[in-house]
């Protein structure tokens, strides 16, 4: 995967999404923030929380500039529960041999109201499609990759699916990247118009997608009254004396006498 971002569609790649997670993690706000996977883009250089940790997985490979604060298991991550307020995924889901393991442990690490912010490569789009034929033509004997393969595409639909049932909320999503699979700089400048146009009119065909989900932790509802009304306790009326009018023969003869 990390040969494949300094290809020419990688480093296409790279620049809208390094751009998109800015957009993304800059209004996020909180104290603890988690990037797992992809040393190649600083995914939180945006984003102010104080302390920011990069993890990667036990199996990838740790040699570049970029050295990670933690090397471990994303389905058991090093963090207590419900002590991070940002987890962010890029590509680390599709990279994964158990992408669900993975994604209820950052249910677990994250805060109540705390977000995660999940991106994939989209299957269905244009790069999607020329790596499902080139899956062919291998099979056949012939034919080269034109995405990486390291792991799994998941599809839209089927990520929103697996955060609903872990209780996130899909906050926002977005595409990008509509120019067609070309391996050369010269042909993807060429048709840097479809970017526009894409957005435009075909924005769900983009090569990769954004969500931003919230973890919703919801409280138990109180069925019918929890305390039992108690009955008043009824006073009986007691007499009360004028001192303008005349007082009965029973209270004369309480009244001492001159």
């Given at each position: 995967?990390?040969?494949?971002?300094?290809?020419?569609?990688?480093?296409?790649?790279?620049?809208?999404?390094?751009?998109?997670?800015?957009?993304?993690?800059?209004?996020?706000?909180?104290?603890?923030?988690?990037?797992?996977?992809?040393?190649?883009?600083?995914?939180?250089?945006?984003n102010?929380?104080?302390?920011?940790?990069?993890?990667?997985?036990?199996?990838?490979?740790?040699?570049?500039?970029?050295?990670?604060?933690?090397?471990?298991?994303?389905?058991?991550?090093?963090?207590?529960?419900?002590?991070?307020?940002?987890?962010?995924?890029?590509?680390s889901?599709?990279?994964?041999v158990?992408?669900?393991?993975?994604?209820?442990?950052?249910?677990?690490?994250?805060?109540?109201?705390?977000?995660?912010?999940?991106?994939?490569?989209?299957?269905?789009?244009?790069?999607?499609?020329?790596?499902?034929?080139?899956?062919?033509?291998?099979?056949?004997?012939?034919?080269?990759?034109?995405?990486?393969?390291?792991?799994?595409?998941?599809?839209?639909?089927?990520?929103?699916?697996?955060?609903?049932?872990?209780?996130?909320?899909?906050?926002?999503?977005?595409?990008g990247?509509?120019?067609?699979?070309?391996?050369?700089?010269?042909?993807?400048?060429?048709?840097?118009?479809?970017?526009?146009?894409?957005?435009?009119?075909?924005?769900?065909?983009?090569a990769?997608?954004?969500?931003?989900?919230?973890?919703?932790?919801?409280?138990?509802?109180?069925?019918?009254?929890?305390?039992?009304?108690?009955?008043?306790?009824?006073?009986?009326?007691?007499?009360?004396?004028?001192?303008?009018?005349?007082?009965?023969?029973?209270?004369?003869?309480?009244?001492?006498?001159?």
């Amino acid at each position: 995967m990390q040969q494949w971002f300094e290809t020419p569609p990688g480093r296409y790649l790279l620049e809208w999404e390094r751009a998109e997670f800015d957009r993304a993690v800059g209004d996020i706000f909180g104290y603890h923030a988690l990037q797992l996977g992809l040393p190649e883009l600083d995914t939180l250089q945006a984003n102010r929380m104080p302390h920011k940790w990069l993890a990667l997985g036990e199996a990838a490979s740790i040699a570049g500039p970029v050295r990670p604060h933690i090397v471990t298991d994303f389905g058991a991550l090093p963090f207590e529960e419900n002590s991070l307020d940002l987890v962010v995924l890029p590509h680390s889901l599709e990279l994964n041999v158990d992408p669900h393991t993975t994604l209820r442990e950052v249910e677990r690490v994250l805060v109540p109201e705390g977000k995660v912010v999940v991106c994939c490569l989209n299957p269905a789009s244009l790069w999607g499609l020329r790596q499902r034929r080139a899956h062919l033509y291998r099979r056949l004997g012939f034919g080269e990759l034109f995405l990486p393969d390291a792991g799994d595409f998941i599809g839209y639909r089927r990520l929103r699916d697996w955060l609903r049932l872990l209780s996130f909320e899909v906050e926002a999503s977005s595409f990008g990247c509509w120019r067609p699979a070309m391996a050369s700089d010269k042909w993807l400048q060429r048709f840097d118009w479809m970017d526009e146009v894409g957005e435009r009119w075909w924005p769900i065909f983009g090569a990769v997608y954004f969500m931003v989900a919230v973890k919703r932790v919801r409280g138990a509802k109180l069925i019918g009254p929890v305390w039992k009304r108690t009955r008043a306790v009824a006073s009986a009326p007691m007499p009360v004396a004028n001192r303008n009018q005349r007082a009965s023969p029973e209270l004369r003869e309480l009244t001492p006498t001159e």
